[in-house]
């Protein structure tokens, strides 16, 4: 029914298309395992079971006249203004980190109120602006 050429064609095509998607499939894959969301005092006090050993990042404000420096490590509390939780950290803290500002801590779970961190992350403000897209909105008004 169909010629040589059309057969290879066809096999040639279906190859790739067979490659292209083993790629797409294994690199979304590798992106799954590394991914890691934030999640809340809120959603972790509401968890049915807390495995220690799993590595969660924790998101949420840092409540104001909370954090405590000691020798070695800083304690301080992270809040979603529903529920609490307590974070001790050993290391140096990035700049932007401060209380009342938005931060992500990934570490391990103790309980439902307590973490320990291996890393913080501070966000900055949900309302900044690269400096070339506010001059770019300002002259389009």
Do not use: C, W
């Not at 066809?10 to 067979?18: G, N």
């Amino acid at each position: 029914m169909f010629g040589k050429k059309v057969k290879l064609r066809l096999l040639f095509l279906s190859f790739i298309f067979l490659i292209l998607v083993l790629t797409v499939f294994l690199i979304l894959k590798s992106l799954e395992e590394n991914v890691v969301y934030f999640i809340s005092p809120t959603e972790i006090k509401n968890l049915s079971e807390i495995d220690s050993k799993e590595k969660v990042r924790v998101g949420g404000m840092v409540k104001k006249d909370t954090i405590k420096l000691n020798q070695n490590e800083i304690s301080f509390v992270i809040t979603d203004f529903k529920n609490d939780i307590n974070v001790i950290y050993s290391g140096a803290v990035p700049n932007l980190f401060s209380e009342e500002k938005g931060v992500v801590a990934e570490g391990y779970l103790k309980d439902r109120s307590f973490f320990n961190a291996d890393k913080i992350l501070a966000k900055h403000d949900e309302n900044y602006m690269p400096p070339e897209v506010k001059e770019a909105l300002e002259k389009n008004k």
